[in-house]
């Protein structure tokens, strides 16, 4: 089994930036994709970004791109997402995962329990 740890939301303002990182144990990170999702009150849990085991390709939703940055560093058996400008669309709860599969889908086999961004106007 694989725990994942997210960490790193918080409120900020819109035009702000956060980077949530998220913690591995259990298992190395190394074999696994990474990726993040987020999931706001109500709606269905949404693809954000995901990333290669060995970083070397990564994927993001329109809705990022540019402002979003997915990265890993599988000595430290951590992932992160770099998120810049934020907006107040943005607020979400946002969710780590790993999985075997390069999917956009919710369909990743180990998720953490999310940390909240709240963006203000």
């Known amino acids: 089994q694989m725990q994942l740890v997210e960490s790193g939301g918080g409120l900020v303002q819109a035009g702000g930036s956060l980077r949530l990182s998220c913690a591995a144990a259990g298992r190395a990170i190394s074999s696994y994709v990474m990726a993040w999702f987020h999931q706001a009150p109500g709606k269905e849990r949404e693809f954000v970004a995901h990333i290669s085991p060995a970083g070397g390709d990564a994927r993001y939703a329109d809705s990022v791109k540019g402002r979003f940055t997915i990265s890993r560093d599988n000595t430290k058996n951590t992932a992160y997402l770099q998120m810049n400008n934020l907006t107040p669309k943005d607020t979400s709860t946002y969710y780590c995962?790993?999985?075997?599969?390069?999917?956009?889908?919710?369909?990743?086999?180990?998720w953490g329990q999310g940390t909240q961004v709240t963006v203000s106007s």
């Open positions: 995962a790993a999985g075997s599969t390069w999917t956009t889908s919710p369909a990743y086999d180990y």
